[in-house]
T-cell receptor, first 112, second 117 residues
């Protein structure tokens, strides 16, 4: 079955460093990907998205890279701050049903 | 006020009891979803609804039922709760085609933590 999974369950970084969170997907028909951030005790919140006809998209301090050849995407966070500590999920979907398949999540721990 | 509101936020119940989790939204979205979150398994889709007359099963619908009472309300029921239904449940909405083709952004509630003893 299709899946969207993460390489590393936990990532620990120093405050001010850049963070890279990776995600692999199996469904080559997936045409849209989203990164969500989930803080403790809260629901996931949208960070950034990317369509399959793009290989890079930038937001404020965040960049998503998509490599369709190896079915891999990553989330880069520049100058990581304590407020970035959370679980990050990638999600992908294809088709008109708007159903997202979520990865298992990566816990980002920012050390002061 | 939250755009997507779930009640209750926490519930402890016993095996065999009927439980209803409620979700209401003020975003005006047609599409609503119920997800379940378990440690190490991410979010899994239980049911989704694209409008009041539309209900669809997700990945893990067994043991659950839903009701779309109005555009703004979507409730999830466990007819006879069992311990492996202990999880964090999230309601979500999306604008779907209102926001353009292939828009997948979901807006989540704060979650309902259910414990079945």
């Amino acid at each position: 079955g299709e899946s969207v999974g993460l390489h590393l369950p936990t990532l620990s970084v120093q405050e001010g460093d850049n963070s890279i969170i990776n995600c692999a997907y199996s469904n080559s028909a997936s045409d849209y990907f989203i990164w969500y951030k989930q803080e403790s005790g809260k629901g996931p919140q949208f960070i950034i998205d990317i369509r399959s006809n793009m290989d890079k998209r930038q937001g404020q301090r965040v960049t998503v890279l998509l490599n369709k050849t190896v079915k891999h995407l990553s989330l880069q966070i520049a100058a990581t701050q304590p407020g970035d500590s959370a679980v990050y999920f990638c999600a992908g979907h294809g088709g008109a049903t708007n159903k997202l398949i979520f990865g298992t999540g990566t816990l980002l721990a920012v050390q002061p | 006020d939250a755009d997507v509101t779930q009640t209750p936020r926490n519930r402890i119940t016993k095996t065999g009891k009927r439980i209803m989790l409620e979700c209401s939204q003020t975003k005006g979205h047609d599409r609503m979803y119920w997800y379940r979150q378990d440690p190490g398994l991410g979010l899994r889709l239980i049911y989704y609804s694209f409008d009041v007359k539309d209900i669809n099963k997700g990945e893990i619908s067994d043991g659950y039922s839903v009701s779309r009472q109005a555009q703004a309300k979507f409730s999830l029921s466990l007819e006879s709760a069992i311990p492996n239904q202990t999880a964090l449940y999230f309601c979500a909405t999306s604008g779907g085609e209102q926001r353009g083709a292939n828009t997948g952004e979901l807006f989540f509630g704060e979650g309902s933590r259910l414990t079945v003893l």
